[in-house]
């Protein structure tokens, strides 16, 4: 270990007293006991909240939903008043903070740092205000923790033996959240559904370049979240927080999103789209922030730095709950009238914040491996110097937003997903014609490799006309003027990064269904040329501004299809319409 760390470790002692010095039963964790050295296992884990659960009354355990595989995912509730009913918990105005540990199983600092959390709240060791009600996920990647290994984060300096990063299904869970190909985010998104919570936090382990600070901090782009709430978290929580832990004595900074290895250059604030938990989350109006502690500091600790910044929330959260409920309901109310919605985002290079980073000067030296140069962080040369910040975001991409969608009843797995996340949908009582704008899609690149279990759409280009379309009964009707307006935008218009059509959920509509026999359409064709002066003004056309057209037969007979009654009108017209 580094010497430089000494004095914050022992602060981490005489500020958390409870680790590995009172000794508890059986209420002493596998952290505890092995020294800093081991996680628990899901087992160990879920055992422990079940004590807890029996032994004090301020704390209640209960299934959540369930993983991939059917196995239960639990959620862990601490109310200071011992009151579970979460309709008395909105009516009071308390404040849920959700707390999400080993979404990768293989970052296991919260699962350990919640479990202290827990016991110390209960025991009384850690004040948790009554106008906060703790929402705590003791492991989330149900699959990933049971694939428990000693090698998966071949990079990270500990525990012994962790999860995996990979779910039941191999999947990123952190990356589900639009998708919901996997049980857990389905019970994730259910759980939100139900108890709104107002703050959310995830607890990982960064990867990347090597630097002094133990602790780094996402908030979720607060451009994105946008309005009081963004401007209250990035203007007043955050700096807070930073605040706080400072004084507990952590040089906490921005997470260092720098994958080139030259922190100390600057770096720009990550940008987490609707597909990860905080960008989700984001779309209801929830302030998110992602702890990253730094993966080659010691596991102990990480894991006390995981269960410190989670008390300097809980105090922050609590000194600012009244107005934490103010800024979420005045832009609820605002979202209601707000007729442009960004779509994506880049960063704004015009503004920055200077941020004090403590790095390790960086060198090559030659490679045992290759014998080329390989990098090297020198921990005899450490540096502190003031580095640039880009966390604003300016949109690049907006859309005005309907009155309503309507989408026909057969796309099951978007309907059922809109369900999920408490979408108002009316079915069409009878059938009905309805005047709507119609998107077609003109052109879209495919990733090449699969991503996440999808090939993903991208640079979409669409053109619209209005279309007068027979709706049938039970086909759904979405007023825009709902909680979810902001999820629905973002999910269902098709240019959206993050759409539904970006993850393939529309795919059916990109292949054409029937064609036509040439030698039969020929004399069709013939007769709709003979009756209709502009479609063989416009063939005449192609044909002479088009030489390969002009002497390809089948290409001018398709061209006649296409623009006939006998194409099937479909075929690329996006399927979820819009009532301007
Ligand atoms: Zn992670």
Redesign the pocket.
């Known amino acids: 270990m580094n010497k430089r760390w000494l004095p914050l470790l022992l602060l981490s002692f005489t500020l958390s007293p409870t680790y590995a010095q009172e000794k508890n039963d059986d209420l002493t964790t596998p952290f505890e006991t092995s020294g800093g050295k081991k996680t628990a296992t899901l087992k160990q884990a879920i055992d422990f909240y079940k004590k807890l659960d029996v032994r004090y009354t301020t704390l209640q355990m209960e299934k959540a939903g369930n993983a991939d595989g059917g196995y239960p995912v639990n959620v862990v509730y601490f109310s200071t008043d011992g009151d579970f009913n979460k309709t008395h918990w909105q009516k009071e105005g308390k404040i849920v903070i959700l707390i999400n540990n080993g979404?990768?199983a293989?970052?296991p600092d919260g699962v350990d740092a919640s479990m202290l959390l827990a016991r110390d709240a209960a025991q009384g060791k850690i004040a948790i205000p009554e106008n906060i009600v703790l929402a705590i996920i003791p492991a989330y990647n149900i699959g990933g923790i049971l694939n428990r290994n000693s090698f998966s984060r071949a990079t990270q300096n500990g525990p012994e033996s962790y999860g995996f990063?990979g779910n039941g299904q191999n999947l990123d869970l952190?990356r589900d959240f639009i998708k919901c190909d996997a049980n857990e985010t389905k019970t994730m998104q259910q759980l939100f559904m139900a108890l709104d919570p107002a703050v959310f936090i995830d607890n990982?382990?960064?990867d990347g370049a090597d630097y002094q600070h133990l602790m780094t901090l996402i908030e979720t782009q607060h451009n994105k979240l946008g309005g009081k709430t963004g401007d209250f978290m990035h203007n007043t929580l955050t700096p807070s927080l930073f605040k706080d832990m400072k004084k507990m004595g952590y040089d906490m900074v921005p997470y260092v999103n720098n994958f080139d290895n030259t922190p100390e250059n600057g770096w720009t604030a990550f940008n987490e789209p609707p597909r990860f938990a905080t960008g989700y989350m984001a779309l209801f109006q929830a302030i998110g922030f992602?702890a990253?502690t730094h993966m080659l500091k010691p596991y102990q600790d990480r894991v006390i730095a995981t269960l410190d910044l989670m008390k300097c929330l809980v105090k922050e959260v609590s000194k600012n709950a009244e107005t934490i409920n103010q800024v979420r309901a005045a832009d609820r109310l605002a979202l209601q009238s707000k007729k442009e919605f960004p779509l994506d985002w880049k960063v704004d290079s015009s503004k920055h914040d200077m941020v004090s980073f403590h790095g390790y000067a960086s060198t090559h030296k030659p490679s045992e491996v290759s014998g080329l140069p390989r990098l090297f962080y020198d921990h005899a040369k450490p540096y502190t110097c003031d580095v640039p910040f880009y966390s604003d975001y300016k949109p690049t991409q907006s859309v005005k937003a309907p009155t309503a969608y309507i989408i026909p009843r057969a796309w099951n797995a978007v309907i059922s997903r809109l369900k999920r996340n408490n979408v108002d949908m009316k079915p069409l009582p009878r059938d009905t014609t309805i005047s709507v704008t119609a998107y077609h899609i003109e052109n879209y690149e495919t990733s090449k490799h699969p991503y996440e279990k999808h090939y993903l759409h991208y640079s979409v280009k669409v053109t619209t006309d209005v279309n007068v379309i027979k709706f049938k009964k039970g086909d759904f009707l979405i007023m825009l003027n709902q909680p979810a307006k902001r999820y629905l935008i973002e999910t269902l218009e098709p240019t959206a990064p993050d759409a539904f059509f970006a993850w393939n959920f529309f795919d059916g509509i990109l292949q054409q269904k029937e064609g036509f026999s040439d030698y039969v359409f020929e004399d069709k064709a013939a007769e709709m040329l003979r009756n209709d002066a502009q479609l063989r003004r416009s063939l005449e056309e192609k044909k002479s501004s088009d030489t390969a057209f002009a002497h390809n037969a089948f290409a001018q007979l398709d061209y006649v299809y296409k623009h006939s009654p006998y194409f099937e009108p479909v075929y690329l017209r996006y399927p979820v319409y819009r009532v301007e």
Do not use: A, L, T
């Open positions: 979404i990768h293989g970052e990063r952190n990982h382990v960064s992602v990253e």
